[in-house]
């Protein structure tokens, strides 16, 4: 999750500040800076750049370690990357672009070529020559790739013959060599024992001396595995890696090379280290055996690659409405697929080190089959759909495909902003009370079905929101379901419609049940049947729970 923070120190730059989903810091910028530098991963500065450049200098130690930062001029017309622009810069320039209506200025050569940096490919740290090998590519070369692992890297095609070379491994290579770049994978996991007293300081020590010993960088150590009871130790938190816990009974099952009967007659199992790291490394290879230190045992093993799939709503289209949620899942995803239009709506989260595959428009089955395949190669995959991934959109898809086709794979379901909930706010509050959500769309259920479903939300008095409402080859569904609720509901009831939600040409228009033009909406339009109850205040829609009764 990268930390951010805006600071403004005029009136002008607090009202733009204001309007990035960021926290704001007010007054003087020098101090703020100062105070933030060392907290965040990016700092946006609503400064000129010289003056920014200026307060930015004396803090300024390596690229590695210092935060990203943005200067945005205070008509918010440009979004300057002044540093950081491979650890996240270039993306928050233009996802602030796209939120304040300002052009992003990117001036590292490799995105401006759309060549990956290999300093962010996600997934991967960089170690050696990574800034030499970026500069022969900007020159054509396409270095040779060497990858032992077989661990799945973004974009396969930018890789020739060399000479230089890029290197996939999780072993210490020794002396950095001009024209070789080392990526590490998160391909290592440390199982790791530790008395109650021990201390951070001596379990990270422990872990160090291990992985030099088995001779394996620690950028490449992924995974902390440990018995359940130590899951929450303050020692191995202090590593700060993602954490998995196992109960004794688990980890005694597991065969190990080095199992004790004082540790079995301790806490339940003969093995926590090695049993711990082999469980949560789906089995080994164990590349380090046990390693006993005063009050910390340590043993490593090897992880195979393992893919993700997060089925991502991107809202209704404005990154104003996205939520957090479904940008990081974006950013740090490795491939994105999806429809080209949804990808065209998410562009400020897209960077040249993702494999991006796009598909035409009703190729639904076609994408999660391409998501599936590559997250099965090893990938951590974004499937992105519009509004919410639940509703109407591909969620549904993806788990009825690994169910008829026995697949198992890890996927997760970030939820996004729909379009009735969107439509709902730019009317003002019409789903209040009981509501319902139904697709006119015939091509999936019958139509007969269909015409049931809204009669009986008619009887029901329920708020109806149409999804599919028309298209050019469905013309009459729409003006049939009205036809139904026009026998339940009298010709004053609330009708609105919302065209475009969160986008440049977006349009509001308000009508009732009598008056409403069917004609008028196209697949682009969410449209919004008010209940018997549902009023008008000053052109807002609000269906009331009886509050006031």
């Given at each position: 999750m990268m930390r951010i923070v805006s600071i403004a120190s005029t009136a002008a730059g607090r009202r733009l500040a204001e309007r990035l989903p960021y926290p704001v810091e007010v007054g003087g910028a020098a101090a703020a800076i100062r105070s933030a530098w060392h907290k965040v991963d990016a700092i946006?500065?609503?400064?000129?750049?010289?003056?920014?450049?200026?307060?930015?200098?004396?803090?300024?130690?390596?690229?590695?370690?210092?935060?990203?930062?943005?200067?945005?001029?205070?008509?918010?017309?440009?979004?300057?990357?002044?540093?950081?622009?491979?650890?996240?810069?270039?993306?928050?320039?233009?996802?602030?672009?796209?939120?304040?209506?300002?052009?992003?200025?990117?001036?590292?050569?490799?995105?401006?070529?759309?060549?990956?940096?290999?300093?962010?490919?996600?997934?991967?740290?960089?170690?050696?020559?990574?800034?030499?090998?970026?500069?022969?590519?900007?020159?054509?070369?396409r270095p040779l790739l060497r990858n032992p692992l077989a661990w799945p890297v973004p974009r396969g095609e930018r890789f020739g013959e060399g000479p230089a070379t890029v290197i996939v491994t999780d072993e210490l290579t020794g002396a950095e060599q001009e024209g070789v770049c080392v990526l590490r994978p998160p391909s290592l996991v440390a199982g790791i024992g530790c008395s109650s007293n021990a201390t951070p300081s001596e379990v990270e020590a422990a872990v160090a001396t291990a992985l030099a010993r088995a001779g394996l960088s620690?950028?490449?150590?992924?995974?902390?595995?440990?018995l359940?009871?130590?899951?929450?130790?303050?020692?191995?938190?202090?590593l700060a890696l993602p954490i998995r816990a196992f109960h004794p009974e688990n980890l005694a099952r597991v065969e190990v090379p080095n199992p004790s009967q004082v540790v079995a007659d301790a806490v339940g199992t003969p093995s926590v280290s090695e049993a711990a790291a082999l469980c949560a490394a789906g089995g080994g290879p164990l590349l380090l055996a046990k390693q006993t230190f005063e009050k910390v045992t340590v043993a490593i093993a090897r992880r195979p690659p393992s893919g993700h799939l997060a089925v991502v709503g991107i809202g209704p289209g404005s990154p104003a409405e996205r939520t957090f949620r479904a940008a990081t899942a974006i950013r740090h995803a490795q491939a994105v697929v999806g429809f080209s239009g949804y990808l065209d709506l998410i562009g400020d989260l897209l960077t040249p080190a993702q494999d991006v595959q796009a598909f035409p428009i009703g190729a639904e089955i076609e994408r999660v089959a391409r998501a599936v395949a590559?997250?099965?190669?090893?990938?951590?995959?974004?499937?992105?759909?519009?509004?919410?991934?639940?509703?109407?959109?591909?969620?549904?898809?993806?788990?009825?495909?690994?169910?008829?086709?026995?697949v198992e794979i890890d996927v997760e379901v970030v939820p996004g902003v729909t379009a009735a909930l969107s439509g709902a706010a730019r009317l003002g509050a019409p789903l209040g009370h009981d509501h319902v959500a139904i697709s006119l769309s015939d091509l999936l259920t019958p139509w007969e079905l269909i015409k049931e479903r809204v009669a009986l939300a008619a009887k029901g008095d329920f708020v109806i929101t149409f999804y599919n409402p028309r298209s050019a080859h469905r013309s009459r569904q729409l003006a049939e379901a009205l036809d139904i609720l026009a026998a339940h509901r009298p010709p004053g009831t609330q009708v609105g419609t919302v065209r475009n939600i969160g986008r440049p040409d977006e349009?509001?228009?308000?009508?009732?049940?009598?008056?409403?033009?069917?004609?008028?909406?196209?697949?682009?339009?969410?449209?919004?049947?008010?209940?018997?109850?549902?009023r008008q205040y000053r052109g807002h829609l609000y269906t009331p729970r009886g509050y006031l009764l």
């Open positions: 946006v500065v609503f400064l000129a750049v010289g003056a920014t450049v200026r307060l930015i200098a004396p803090h300024l130690q390596s690229k590695q370690s210092d935060p990203a930062v943005i200067a945005v001029d205070e008509a918010g017309t440009t979004a300057v990357v002044v540093v950081g622009g491979h650890h996240g810069g270039n993306q928050l320039a233009t996802e602030i672009g796209a939120l304040l209506g300002a052009s992003p200025i990117i001036t590292t050569a490799t995105d401006r070529r759309d060549l990956p940096a290999l300093d962010a490919i996600p997934g991967f740290a960089a170690e050696g020559d990574y800034r030499g090998v970026a500069l022969r590519m900007l020159e054509g070369e620690r950028n490449s150590l992924a995974l902390i595995a440990t359940d009871r130590r899951a929450e130790h303050a020692a191995i938190l202090a590559l997250v099965r190669a090893g990938y951590r995959v974004a499937l992105v759909s519009s509004g919410d991934a639940g509703v109407y959109a591909l969620a549904t898809l993806v788990f009825e495909h690994l169910d008829t086709a026995g349009r509001v228009h308000l009508s009732t049940l009598g008056e409403f033009d069917p004609e008028s909406v196209d697949m682009l339009t969410t449209v919004i049947v008010g209940s018997s109850r549902t």
